[in-house]
């Protein structure tokens, strides 16, 4: 409960930040060129609202709606989600939206979507200047990759450290290098001392989308960094700095170590009688250069009794600082980048399996840590930025985008589409969004109760 509540929290703090700022874009520009703004409201407000107040001598009331899908500016004189056509057919009055030369109804539609991208851009700035960057080259990975079934199918092994793809150097393990896994034909990796070539079918991304499992994750090596007490590890004699890099002879990681213990503990719950002992393991370990053997018998719960060093402690980390001046320029390279991946990514959405990954609010929710952790909080709500101006500005009717579509036909045929037309592509767009939006969320449900 307390995890379902943290990432809610997270998210609509998120969400209601980026709302505000991208209806705010609107609003900015719209009183920019004198046009009236009406109401402007956080979240919607069908039949009631949470919370409104209009100052004095102000033409616009501030409201709080109760729906939390998204939120609004009433702009005088527009076809809106506000579906007000009664006003549309009144004289046209100077303050309207529509009384406006085309470029700057252009710049009022676009308003949101640049604020958003702006806000990416300066969030990822000051993530970089309070935190600075961190990361591990794949390259360096000492003990290689896990990959999941799908793609051992393909060919990688565990272990593996990946090197290039079609002749490129991997750098850091995310969206990019994934991207360069599914467009690749060919993945060159580094397999007990020699490179080996691992040939990339074309529908690596749909058989990826289909499997619940991450493409791949880092092998860390298993060094301890304290002993308990009294524990079967200091019986043994095991000591801090110790690595233990095998169980009963075959290699391991740490979470495989982890991984064998809890199914060596699943199927002694299935025995039906203490002939095998399962407790008893052969741990090879090295120190001072030297590799050692020790056997050792776990506790009840399968536990040697240590705690491990952290990845940041065993994994070669290039860590880099940020000024604030150079904060900006890295930031925004960081932000294109994000952009950049999530577009190309985009493609796969109009596949079979990517139909099936389109996610609501719970998918969106699960993105944030289940710990406060302000990093990553900025972290994805930078991320969230980019995708909001992304869809925002796609050319759908009821979006920004479609808004825009149509004024850059104003421009160029030098006449307006007629309101009852703008009405009926107001109504389709909004069925397709919230059917998209039904979507989504059902494949939420069915995940949570199905998986």
Known sequence: METFLIRALQLIMSLSLLVLIHEGGHFLFARLFKIKVEKFCLFFDPWFT???FKPKKSDTEYAIGWLPLGGYVKIAGMIDESMDTEQMKQPMKPWEFRAKPAWQRL?????????????????????????????????????????????????????????????????????????QVVDARVVTVLRDGKEAAVYIPEDMMQRLMADSVKFASFRFPYVIDNVMENSPAAQAGLTKGDSI????????????????????????????????????????????????IVVLRTDSAFRIGVNPCSPAQVMPLIAKEYGFIESFPAGAHLGVEKLKGYVNNMKYVFSKEGAKQIGGF???????????????????????????????????????????????????????????????????????LFGLLIWANFNDVIRFFFK
């Open 107 to 179: 710049l009022v539609m676009v308003g949101g979507v640049l604020f958003n991208f702006i806000t990416a851009l300066f969030i990822y700035s000051m993530i970089l200047y309070a935190w600075g960057d961190e990361y591990i080259r794949v390259s360096d990975a000492p003990l290689g990759m896990t990959f999941n079934e799908t793609a051992k199918e393909v060919g990688f092994k565990d272990g593996d450290i990946l090197l290039f793809a079609d002749g490129t150097a991997f750098e850091r393990y995310d969206e990019k290098m994934l991207a």
């Open 50 to 52: 949470l919370f409104k």
């Open 362 to 432: 719970g998918t969106i929710a699960q993105i944030f840590p289940t710990t406060w952790d302000w990093h990553q909080f900025w972290y994805m709500t930078a991320f969230l930025s980019i995708i909001l101006a992304f869809m925002n500005i796609l050319p759908i009717p009821a979006l920004d985008g479609g808004h825009v579509l149509f004024l850059i036909y104003e421009i160029i045929a030098r006449r307006k589409p007629s309101d009852k037309f703008m009405e009926y592509a107001q109504m389709v767009g909004m069925l397709l």
């Open 245 to 292: 890099i095998a169980l009963d002879g075959l290699p391991i990681s740490f979470y495989e170590f982890v991984d064998a213990m809890g199914q060596r503990r699943d199927k002694k719950l299935e025995l039906t009688n203490d002939s095998i002992d399962l407790r008893q393991i052969a741990l090879t370990y090295i120190r001072g250069g030297q590799e050692h």
